[in-house]
């Protein structure tokens, strides 16, 4: 009897480890405004008819690999319908002459508009692969650590507590019986992790900094190897752009870019990682082989990014594995494949740009405003209606 007493305590005690954790999510990731969708042509999408779509359908043929991996009745978001509702299309991307890439998209999808409230404009950043140096042994000026996951990290999946919340996570560690926020940078790089071991060392603490901000990269060993450094989890900390804190500190917003944030804190060495641990997120590694050079790491969906084609976008809104299309200066059709912690909202999205010292400078200086597009299957699309308002939703 005392032994079931426990039990049913523990568990109790999970659930309400759960509960508050899915409280302590939404009051750090509050609701983004109402999304919208209103059904339109591609005749009327600004900047369709010249849209360059080649990459977006070698994309789309990865996206399709891990939506045929799924479950018929599995949930593609919001308004995705089930995997399903995606088999058709899949199979018909698989011979779709490379020649015609817009034409395959315009016999099998329907185009939405994407709207925000009454808004209908977004933003639109970029994220690239940064490289560093590192060594599996500390020495020389390879000192600061890079670390894989700690063993005492607890992830907590809220959506098996909210369906609302299916696809979302927070992260801690368990003290005393009590889900508690994990080491902030801050505590992170002055105490160093027990708890974690470290795949190598790097000589370049800032360098680490936009690594962890990009969420994949490469490195380049003292022994001449090269290795892809890919996503394996964060602390649960809230991210915070260090663009901001340096506008606090005088810093001029205009012009601001990750081009500007690199330099500021090789001039400041004395403040710079004060600036960096403004931002308590912190992320953690897997070390693996790079694979196909002329792609990205894995990202969220589970597939590799493709350089100007794939897109992060939020998952509480938006669909992973459909196309998008984005209107403005861009004029260019994306899969969304990708997510992050700075991407909220219904009509917000960063764009891969890829590998390189080319792909870094641009990717850096983008921010561009924007209509955003996503095109559903016809079948699906028949179902719906004209116009839909999630805002009760």
């Known amino acids: 009897m005392a032994t079931r007493h426990k039990h049913a305590v523990f568990l109790i005690g999970l659930l309400a480890l759960a509960l508050a954790a899915a409280g302590l999510w939404w009051y750090l990731h509050p609701a983004p405004g109402p999304l919208r969708l209103t059904r339109t042509t591609f005749a009327d999408v600004p900047g369709w008819t010249s849209a360059d779509a080649q990459g977006a359908l070698d994309a789309f043929r990865r996206s399709c690999a891990a939506i045929a991996k799924q479950a018929d009745a599995a949930g593609m978001g919001r308004y995705g319908g089930t995997a399903a509702d995606w088999r058709e299309v899949c199979a018909a991307a698989q011979s779709a002459t490379l020649a015609q890439p817009r034409a395959f998209f315009e016999v099998w999808f329907t185009p939405f508009a994407i709207g925000a409230g009454r808004a209908r404009d977004g933003r639109f950043t970029g994220y690239y692969e940064p490289q560093i140096r590192g060594s599996h042994k500390r020495h020389g000026p390879y000192r600061t650590p890079v670390y894989g996951r700690p063993d005492d990290l607890v992830t907590a999946d809220l959506g098996a507590f909210r369906p609302s919340l299916k696809g ?39 360098s680490l900094f936009f690594l962890h901000i990009q969420g994949s990269g490469r490195v380049v060993f003292d022994d001449g190897s090269v290795a892809r450094v890919t996503y394996a989890a964060q602390n649960g900390r809230p991210y915070t752009a260090v663009g901001k804190t340096l506008m606090a500190r005088g810093v001029p917003r205009e012009g601001m870019s990750m081009q500007v944030i690199r330099a ?22 897997n070390e693996e082989p790079v694979g196909d050079p002329a792609l990205g790491a894995r990202g969220a969906e589970g597939v590799p990014l493709t350089p100007m084609a794939s897109l992060a976008v939020d998952p509480r809104l938006n669909t992973l594995g459909a196309p998008y299309f984005v209107s403005g200066d861009l004029d260019r059709l994306f899969i969304a494949q990708d997510i992050g912690g700075a991407i909220r909202g219904a009509v917000r999205g960063d764009v891969y740009f890829g590998f390189g010292s080319e792909a870094e400078d641009k990717a850096g200086k983008m921010d561009q405003t924007g209509r955003m ?21």
Do not use: C, N, Q
């Open 373 to 393: 597009f996503v095109l559903l299957p016809k079948a699906l699309a028949r179902r719906m209606k004209d116009e839909i308002d999630f805002s009760g939703t």
């Open 168 to 206: 979302e996570s927070i992260a801690g560690k368990v003290e005393d019986g009590s889900l508690v926020p994990y080491a902030s940078r801050g505590e992170i790089d002055a105490h160093g992790l027990k708890h974690a071991r470290v795949l190598f060392y790097t000589d370049d603490e800032i």
């Open 264 to 285: 500021w804190l090789k001039a400041h060495p004395k403040d710079a990682r004060a600036v960096m641990e403004s931002d308590a997120s912190y992320v953690f590694f």
